[in-house]
Structure formats: C-alpha cells, structure tokens
C-alpha cells in the first residue's frame, strides 16, 4: 500500500469519529447550526470521500494492469484534501467569513480535481 492510501484511509476514519462526534453535540444542542454543514462535509469530503481515494489509489491501477507512478503527487493530493477540509469545516463551524471559507474551499476543489486526474490518468493513459 503506498503511503497516500495508508493516510487517506487512516484519516477517513478519523473525520469520521470527529464528524459522528460534531453530529452528536449538533442534534443535542451542544453546537450551533453553523456545524452542519461542516458535520456534512466531514463525513462526505471526509469520511467517505477520503476512503474512496485510498482504496482507489490502491485498487484503480490493479484493476487496469498499470504500475502506480505518482506516489508522490497522491501523498500531496490527500494532505491537501485534508487540509482543505479542516479550513471549511472550521470556518463553517466557527462562522470565519467567506474568505477565509472560499480560500479552503479552493483548496478542497484542487485536492478533488487532482485527484480526478490522476485516476483518468490511470484508466487512460
Ligand atoms: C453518530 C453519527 C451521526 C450523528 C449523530 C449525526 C447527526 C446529524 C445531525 C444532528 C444533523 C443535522 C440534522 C438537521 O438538519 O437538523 C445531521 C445532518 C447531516 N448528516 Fe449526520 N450524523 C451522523 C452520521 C452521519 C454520516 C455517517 C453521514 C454521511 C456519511 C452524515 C451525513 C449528514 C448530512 C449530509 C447532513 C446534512 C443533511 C441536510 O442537508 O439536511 N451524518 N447529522
Ligand atoms: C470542493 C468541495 C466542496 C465544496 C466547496 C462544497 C460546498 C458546499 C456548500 C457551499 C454547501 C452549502 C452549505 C450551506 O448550507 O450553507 C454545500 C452543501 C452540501 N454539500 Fe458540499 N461541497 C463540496 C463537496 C461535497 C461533496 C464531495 C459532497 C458529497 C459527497 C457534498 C455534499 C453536500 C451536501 C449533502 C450538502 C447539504 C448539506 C447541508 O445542507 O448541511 N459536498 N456544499
């Protein structure tokens, strides 16, 4: 396994018990409904969208035959999904203004575009 998809996997699992816990403390009145979409977006860019890239990095160039050769653009991709992530679901939540928001936001749609990439790449190249 190379290392994007070990760290994609071990932080979907992650923004899944964070994004389950803010899901709790939302539908208890604890947080604020500002945390709802950032509950979401941590369990759809984070616990699913994320493990759907580790398995894909691992599984996509077995399915086609190919030797993976952009270890190092995926372990980039993923970090900055993370990171993208982390920024919207704190400004979201902490209500940051859409700045602050659309810079992270950025960030997330570049780690998603990147990450659509290297899998056509994969599939077609
Ligand atoms: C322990 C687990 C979870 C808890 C306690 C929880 C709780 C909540 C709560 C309280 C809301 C706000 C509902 C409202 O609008 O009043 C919500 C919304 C939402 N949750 Fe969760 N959730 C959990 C797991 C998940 C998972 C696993 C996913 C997806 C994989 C998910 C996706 C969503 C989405 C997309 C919304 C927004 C729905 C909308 O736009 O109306 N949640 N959740
Ligand atoms: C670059 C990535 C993404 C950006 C910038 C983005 C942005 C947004 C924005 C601005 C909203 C409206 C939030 C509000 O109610 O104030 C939203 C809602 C939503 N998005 Fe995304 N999104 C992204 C990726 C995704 C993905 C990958 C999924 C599903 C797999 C998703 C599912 C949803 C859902 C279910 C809602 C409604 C949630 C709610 O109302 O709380 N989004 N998104």
Redesign the pocket.
Known sequence: MIPASRLALTTALLW?LT??LV??L??LGLLPYTW??A??HM??LG??SLMIYGVAYHALPRFRGVVFRRAGVALLQVALANLGLLGMALAWGLNLGPSVWGFFAGVSFLAGALFALLMLEVLWA
């Open positions: 899944f994004g389950s899901g709790l939302l539908g709802r979409p509950h979401a369990q759809l616990f699913v």
